[in-house]
């Protein structure tokens, strides 16, 4: 009996056959075929967007370059050198085997292991990028990016630099064997001081070819990788040599160097090249690069420049100066300048700062300070001049000028005196009136006569030196009391050539005749009043036993300035010492730190100088000299580039009368 209800059964169409499931292996392969297509589309598109602006890698082995400028001092020594220094390339077949490991060992262990980059270093750097909210990026770079960094692309340090970074890594991989690669990257990283390639760096710091390195000086070179201004040995030796044990340790980690050669080679000294790399006279080679380019023009090949500087006598210039400076620190002397030229204008010595690496601001010409008492000798020049001798009588009482009433330091006055007196005790009353008497204007042309180029003002005061003037130019308006009254207008470079030898200039060609500026018996008359300056006046402290010598000495209002300005025969040197701010100091005079500074510097210097007599007028008979190791600077330096007398204490010099 049918169910009530039920419909007829509807017939069943033929089932669909089922797809069979992918086996395992089978998904994997789809999915990664799919996946490799959509990559192939991405990589493509990747490098189409970061290698559009890539660089031409045809100009490979192109060596584009600033000239460079060599330096020398009077004696053919090197002094500096300025631009881009490139040596020939080295074959890596002839350096010793420790000096590439060092820097593989240091910058790339995995380097003959990696196809131009190391993911794990990658993955590294870009944890550390991300934890770091400023400052530099760290890159995890192998020596074939950093090589394709240096040949092809820009310092700047970004995502889009670091990508085009490693496509050329990969094509340099591609195209050179890993030994080539390294070369390259030897013959043409920076290495600071404006050497480029292992070569270069070798003669620079070291004054030897690469092929002669040690295992420490290539420990000291593949440090500086990190850093070649941070690194350097010449300005953060401590820290250059606290990299350098790093990097000896690597070598020993990596099995370039055993244990005992690590250890022979920190034990073993590393000597960085006097002469190649210091950083002596910068201030001087700041003075004579500006002038290079006005005097030939821009350099368009490698330069020589021979200047009139005497490394042995700038090294204890620049020592007597750091010493007095340091020692006067407690009287709150903070700066300091010196400059030292013979009787022809050749600048022998010449120290703007007491630290080149802490302050390259220049105070030997850029600096205008006041040159207080420093500036009386042209007032009495102008005296004498005029008639005047030192025999002549002046009285030290109150003088009134106008409103200006100017007095002495000890606010007295010590009635009758000498010119001679008056000058060797820097008394202000009787300098004002003789500028008064003789005119400012006649003054300020015996100045400017003499070499002062600074504008000078006619007010009364200037009698006391109220003229902001730069220490070159003191040490040169003094020259001709030391040289038989003659022009000396100071200047630093002697010669300049290519490096072929091609001369491009000579300072003796087309020079003017001497140019007479003091005659007779003016000259003879100053050159006695600033004996006594020296010998019992304010600059008793400047005293060297067994040289005929004359200066002045000079302080400003408020000690801001002190100056001590003095010469021997042929030779003058001026020294500055004060504060950048132009505060004042703690009663620091010209007879105090300056005269200090001067005699410490012309004990080093005379010596070698082999000083004669001031000519003009009588000469007291010279003391016998004394030992003195300040001289074992100059000797020392003599010594290094193929080249000592300490005083008896000086007799405390009077008070120096500052104008006020």
Do not use: C
Request: hydrophobic share 40%; proline share 8%; charged share 20%.
């Amino acid at each position: 009996m049918a169910r009530s209800g039920a419909g007829p059964r509807q017939p069943q169409g033929p089932r669909k056959p089922q797809r069979p499931r992918r086996t395992p292996l089978q998904a994997f392969l789809y999915w990664t075929a799919v996946l490799g297509v959509w990559a192939a589309i991405f990589l493509v598109a990747f490098l189409a967007v970061f290698a559009a602006d890539l660089p031409d890698t045809s100009k490979l082995y192109d060596v584009e370059r600033q000239p460079s400028v060599s330096y020398l001092d009077r004696s053919g020594a090197l002094v500096a050198v300025r631009g881009s220094q490139y040596a020939p390339p080295v074959d890596l077949d002839a350096l010793p085997p420790y000096v590439p490991k060092a820097f593989i060992a240091i910058e790339d262990r995995w380097f003959y292991w990696h196809p131009g980059f190391n993911p794990w270093g990658i993955v590294r750097s870009q944890i550390y990028n991300l934890q770091r909210k400023s400052g530099p990026l760290r890159g995890g770079s192998t020596i074939t990016q950093q090589l394709a960094r240096n040949l092809f692309l820009t310092p700047a340090q970004n995502y889009r630099r670091k990508v085009q970074e490693l496509i050329l890594a990969v094509w340099l991989e591609a195209r050179f064997s890993k030994d080539e690669i390294l070369a390259l990257y030897l013959n043409r990283v920076y290495f600071g001081g404006g050497a480029y390639g292992i070569e270069a760096a070798a003669q620079r710091y070291f004054g030897k070819p690469a092929s002669e390195l040690t295992i420490g000086e290539s420990a000291l070179l593949a440090g500086m990788m990190k850093g070649p201004s941070r690194y350097s040995p010449v300005a953060s030796t401590e820290r250059a040599e606290r990299r350098a044990t790093i990097v000896l340790n690597e070598m020993v980690r990596t099995g370039a160097i055993t244990p005992e050669q690590r250890a022979e080679a920190i034990k073993t000294p590393v000597r960085v090249n006097p002469t190649l790399a210091n950083q002596r006279a910068q201030y001087f080679i700041d003075w004579v690069d500006d002038q290079v380019r006005s005097l030939v023009g821009e350099p368009t090949e490698d330069l020589v420049v021979e200047t009139t500087l005497d490394l042995p006598i700038q090294a204890a210039a620049e020592q007597a100066l750091r010493s007095g400076v340091t020692a006067a620190k407690g009287q709150g002397v903070e700066q300091g300048a010196l400059v030292a030229l013979d009787g022809e204008g050749r600048v022998r010595a010449y120290v703007g700062g007491v630290s080149y690496s802490q302050s390259q601001f220049d105070r030997a010409t850029s600096a205008r300070r006041q040159a207080g008492s420093a500036f009386k000798p042209f007032v009495y020049l102008a005296a004498m001049e005029s008639g005047r001798t030192p025999a002549t009588p002046v009285v030290d009482e109150p003088i009134r000028i106008g409103n200006w009433e100017p007095r002495n330091y000890t606010n007295d006055f010590r009635g009758p005196m000498t010119l001679q007196t008056a000058l060797a005790q820097s008394i202000n009353t009787v300098a004002a009136r003789l500028a008064n008497e003789v005119g400012t204007g006649n003054v300020a042309a015996a100045a400017r006569r003499l070499g002062i180029a600074s504008p000078i003002q006619l007010d009364p005061s200037m009698a006391l030196g109220a003229v902001e003037v730069s220490p070159l130019e003191m040490a040169q308006a003094y020259a001709p009391f030391a040289n038989g009254g003659f022009l000396a207008k100071g200047y630093g470079i002697q010669r300049i050539r290519t490096a072929s030898g091609r001369v491009l200039y000579d300072h003796d060609v087309g020079k003017p005749a001497r140019q007479q500026v003091i005659g007779t018996p003016a000259l003879q008359y100053m050159n006695q009043m600033m004996r006594q300056v020296v010998t019992s006046g304010t600059g008793a402290r400047a005293r060297v036993a067994g040289y005929d010598l004359a200066g002045k000495t000079g302080t400003t209002s408020d000690y801001r300035d002190a100056w001590f300005v003095g010469y021997t025969g042929g030779f003058v040197t001026a020294v500055w010492v004060g504060k950048d701010d132009n505060s004042p100091m703690r009663r620091v005079s010209g007879g105090g730190a300056p005269a200090g500074v001067w005699r410490d510097f012309m004990a080093a210097a005379l010596p070698r100088l082999k000083a004669q007599p001031i000519p003009g007028g009588e000469a007291p008979e010279p003391e016998p000299p004394a030992p003195d190791p300040i001289g074992d600077i100059i000797d020392g330096v003599a010594d290094l580039i193929g080249g000592g007398n300490r005083q008896a204490p000086p007799e405390r010099a009077p008070a120096e009368t500052p104008p006020y």
